[in-house]
C-alpha cells in the first residue's frame, strides 16, 4: 500500500478511538460514575419479604400479590376443568386429502382447459354436420328407429 493510504487509514482509527473514548465518558457520566462495576437489575421480591431492611422498598405491595395468586388459581382451576368439547368446530379438524393444495393451484389452469374443451367439442361436431347432410342424417335415423318399432 502506498505511504497516503496508510495514513488515511491510520487517521480514522485514531478518530474513531477518540469517538469510542468520548461516548464511554459520557456513558459514566450518566451512570453512578464507576465503569468497571455494572448495574444489574434491581431484584424484584414476590413471594418472600427481604430480612435485610435496604431490601424492604423492592417488595411487591400486597395488592399486586393478591393479584397474581388470584391469576394463578384461576389458570389451575381452567387446567383442571380441560378442554369443553361442544365448543369445538369438527369441521376445521378433518383431515383433508394428500393432493387438495395441487388441486387448488392447479384449478384455474383446469378452467380454461374445460373451455377451451367445450369449443373444440362443438367446433367438431359443426364440421361432421357440414360434412353429412343434416337432413339425410336426421332421415335415416327416424327411418331405423321406425323399423325397429314395426318389427318389435
Known amino acids: 500500500m502506498s505511504e497516503e493510504k496508510v495514513g488515511a487509514l491510520e487517521a480514522a482509527a485514531l478518530q474513531r478511538k477518540e469517538?469510542?473514548?468520548a461516548l464511554r465518558a459520557a456513558?459514566?457520566?450518566?451512570?453512578d460514575g464507576s465503569s468497571e462495576t455494572k448495574s444489574l437489575p434491581a431484584p424484584l421480591f414476590r413471594s418472600y419479604k427481604p430480612a435485610d431492611e435496604s431490601l424492604k422498598d423492592l417488595v411487591l405491595p400486597d395488592a399486586e400479590i393478591e393479584e397474581v395468586a388470584d391469576k394463578v388459581k384461576e389458570e389451575l382451576d381452567n387446567e383442571n376443568k380441560g378442554v369443553e368439547l361442544d365448543k369445538l368446530d369438527f369441521s376445521n379438524l378433518a383431515p383433508r386429502k394428500v393432493d387438495w393444495d395441487l388441486k387448488r393451484d392447479i384449478a384455474p389452469k383446469l378452467d380454461k382447459l374445460e373451455k377451451r374443451t367445450q369449443k373444440a367439442i362443438a367446433e367438431l361436431i359443426r364440421e361432421r354436420l357440414?360434412?353429412?347432410?343434416?337432413a339425410n342424417a336426421v332421415s335415416a335415423g327416424a327411418s331405423i328407429a321406425m323399423n325397429e318399432q314395426e318389427e318389435d
Do not use: C, Q, T
Not at 27 to 31: L, Q, V
Open 19 to 21: 469517538r469510542l473514548a
Open 27 to 31: 456513558k459514566e457520566k450518566k451512570g
Open 130 to 134: 357440414k360434412k353429412e347432410d343434416l
